[in-house]
């Protein structure tokens, strides 16, 4: 807007949909944003709350189209979900999504902004920084950088 200031709606996974959020896949945020400019409302694809959505491939290209990925997070879904499951995530790469074919998607779809990594994880919140800095750089070299 006139402030330079961009919205942008992100969904959560719908097992958050209790107490925290109630959009639950990239389509309904882009259904929300849809009567705004996209320079003024945008959405987050974040890889914790949109890798099981089955349409997710056909969401990602209309976001793409519309101009609305505002931003691109990432993190692993690792099993067993912690007693809180917001503290659940993992380094990219030890867990269950597909982060090439995620990157793809978002890539092909027009993004070239940066790839923010987002973890609520205690146990990596308490590792010395230089080495989960290491392993970050390990990662991303290895499962998001072009090949």
Same mark, same amino acid.
């Given at each position: 807007?006139?402030?330079?200031?961009?919205?942008?709606?992100?969904?959560?996974?719908?097992m958050?949909?209790?107490?925290?959020?109630?959009?639950?896949?990239?389509?309904?945020?882009?259904?929300?944003a849809?009567?705004?400019?996209?320079?003024?409302?945008?959405?987050?694809?974040?890889? &914790?709350?949109?890798?099981?959505?089955p349409?997710?491939?056909?969401?990602?290209?209309?976001?793409?189209?519309?101009?609305?990925?505002?931003? &691109?997070?990432?993190?692993?879904?690792?099993?067993?979900?912690?007693?809180?499951?917001?503290?659940?995530?993992?380094?990219?790469?030890?867990?269950?999504?597909?982060?090439?074919?995620?990157?793809?998607?978002?890539?092909?779809?027009? &993004?070239?902004?940066?790839?923010?990594?987002?973890?609520?994880?205690?146990?990596?919140?308490?590792?010395?920084?230089e080495?989960t800095?290491?392993?970050?750089?390990?990662r991303?070299?290895?499962?998001?950088?072009?090949?």
């Amino acid at each position: 807007g006139d402030f330079g200031v961009r919205l942008a709606i992100e969904p959560l996974h719908p097992m958050f949909c209790a107490d925290r959020a109630v959009v639950s896949t990239l389509g309904q945020a882009l259904d929300l944003a849809a009567p705004h400019p996209a320079r003024q409302v945008g959405v987050v694809v974040d890889s &914790y709350h949109v890798w099981w959505d089955p349409a997710l491939r056909e969401q990602i290209a209309r976001a793409g189209r519309e101009g609305r990925i505002a931003s &691109y997070q990432v993190c692993d879904w690792t099993l067993p979900l912690p007693a809180d499951a917001l503290l659940g995530r993992g380094h990219v790469g030890d867990g269950h999504i597909d982060f090439r074919a995620l990157t793809d998607l978002v890539t092909a779809a027009g &993004y070239e902004g940066w790839i923010e990594v987002e973890i609520f994880n205690q146990e990596i919140w308490d590792t010395p920084g230089e080495l989960t800095l290491r392993t970050l750089i390990e990662r991303h070299l290895t499962h998001l950088a072009s090949p």
